[in-house]
């Protein structure tokens, strides 16, 4: 009976100890692709829940109307920094769930930035102008198998188009809706 009373005491302290030891990996790389765009991402741990992601990339929009002669295309970089907060990775290991990788639900205050450097389109003259979002979200990431990973998140948050800097009267200031939806591979 001592022996029984003694393992159960030893795999609960495991478990507890587990539990504590749940924390986002030192770093990450990969890139990732989505509906209309590529990036390449770090994720660095700030702390055991926090990890600081760093993203640059393209993205791209499609446009068309009664103005344009056919549908048009556009492709301009864009850059990314994301404090993320991994909330749930010690339940998950306490349901012996993958967290390798940063696999969990996290929210995240996602700042973006758009430059106009350069674009690349099916029309000639087209420009892109300078914006910043800082968008509020939550999110999920999730491994297939040992390399590949998927990521979805959700948020509301503000969006300023510089304006004033291509000749318009004022700058624009308004509510930004984000939904990502991207299929990685991690190195």
Same mark, same amino acid.
């Given at each position: 009976?001592? %022996?029984?009373?003694?393992?159960?005491?030893l795999l609960s302290l495991a478990l507890v100890s587990k539990a504590q030891d749940a924390s986002?990996?030192?770093?990450?790389?990969?890139?990732?692709?989505?509906?209309?765009?590529?990036?390449?991402?770090?994720?660095?741990?700030?702390?055991?829940?926090?990890?600081?992601?760093? *993203?640059?990339?393209?993205t791209s929009g499609i446009f068309g109307g009664s103005f344009y002669d056919k549908t048009g295309?556009?492709?301009?970089?864009?850059?990314?920094? *994301?404090?993320?907060?991994?909330?749930?990775?010690?339940?998950?290991?306490?349901?012996?769930?993958?967290?390798?990788?940063?696999?969990?639900?996290?929210?995240?205050?996602?700042?973006?930035?758009?430059? +106009?450097?350069?674009?690349?389109?099916?029309? +000639?003259?087209?420009?892109?102008?300078?914006?910043?979002?800082?968008?509020?979200?939550?999110?999920?990431?999730?491994?297939?198998?040992?390399?590949?990973?998927?990521? %979805?998140?959700?948020?509301?948050?503000?969006?300023?188009?510089?304006?004033?800097?291509?000749?318009?009267?004022?700058?624009?200031?308004?509510?930004?809706? +984000?939904?990502?939806?991207?299929?990685?591979?991690?190195?």
């Amino acid at each position: 009976m001592k %022996t029984v009373l003694l393992t159960l005491a030893l795999l609960s302290l495991a478990l507890v100890s587990k539990a504590q030891d749940a924390s986002v990996e030192r770093s990450i790389s990969g890139i990732q692709v989505g509906f209309l765009g590529i990036w390449a991402h770090n994720e660095a741990r700030l702390s055991n829940k926090l990890a600081l992601r760093s *993203e640059a990339g393209f993205t791209s929009g499609i446009f068309g109307g009664s103005f344009y002669d056919k549908t048009g295309f556009i492709l301009t970089p864009m850059f990314f920094l *994301e404090p993320k907060l991994y909330y749930n990775l010690n339940k998950r290991s306490l349901k012996s769930k993958e967290i390798s990788g940063n696999s969990g639900n996290f929210i995240s205050l996602r700042t973006a930035y758009i430059p +106009d450097w350069f674009v690349i389109s099916n029309y +000639d003259n087209i420009n892109v102008l300078h914006q910043v979002t800082i968008i509020p979200t939550w999110g999920i990431r999730r491994n297939i198998g040992a390399h590949f990973n998927y990521e %979805t998140g959700v948020g509301l948050g503000y969006r300023h188009v510089f304006a004033k800097g291509a000749g318009y009267s004022e700058n624009t200031r308004e509510v930004e809706f +984000d939904l990502r939806l991207r299929i990685g591979y991690r190195f």
